[in-house]
């Protein structure tokens, strides 16, 4: 998959869209996710469905179907450059082990702080509300991540988290 990664990535290098994510899916389904500075158009799927339709046909890629999308509002963050573009922004992060058997935080993520852990690693925070109008901050590098994702409120008729 790495390869397909790799690949894809390659294909979609002059054609200004950030690639997300390739997936494989059940009956033959490729889903490419992919973004843009100023959000993904349908054109923009178009284009670059057309674009790797041909390079997946020359490179023998087996599949049925490709999707091409956006990653929508609760968008997957990956790398650090991810984290460091949402920074100020609601996310939701997975932790790979439990801290006060708790590796579901949900918050404000904060810009890392100077100096890094020992390893030179990035460490970043998350303001989250620990109990009734208390708040505190939650340190963390990339590598204490399973998974993490953009949580926004979005505001429905008025109702509000």
């Known amino acids: 998959m790495a390869d397909l990664f790799a690949m894809t990535r390659e294909a979609l290098a002059g054609m200004d869209v950030e690639l997300i994510d390739v997936e494989r899916a059940a009956m033959g389904l490729l889903r490419v996710t992919i973004d843009k500075e100023d959000g993904v158009r349908v054109e923009d799927c178009e284009q670059v469905s057309r674009q790797l339709s041909r390079v997946f046909e020359v490179e023998n890629v087996d599949y049925r179907r490709l999707e091409v999308g956006s990653p929508g509002v609760d968008r997957p963050l990956r790398g650090e450059a991810d984290f460091l573009r949402v920074a100020g922004a609601r996310v939701e992060i997975k932790l790979r082990e ?32 620990a ?3 208390e708040i505190q901050v939650l340190s963390f590098t990339l590598d204490d991540i399973e998974r993490a994702k953009l949580d926004p409120v979005l505001d429905f008729k008025g109702k509000k988290r």
Do not use: H, W
């Open 98 to 129: 439990a801290i006060d058997s708790r590796k579901v935080y949900t918050g404000i993520l904060r810009m890392p702080e100077a100096t890094g852990d020992a390893a030179g690693r990035s460490v970043f925070g998350l303001e989250f509300e």
């Open 131 to 133: 109990k009734k109008n």
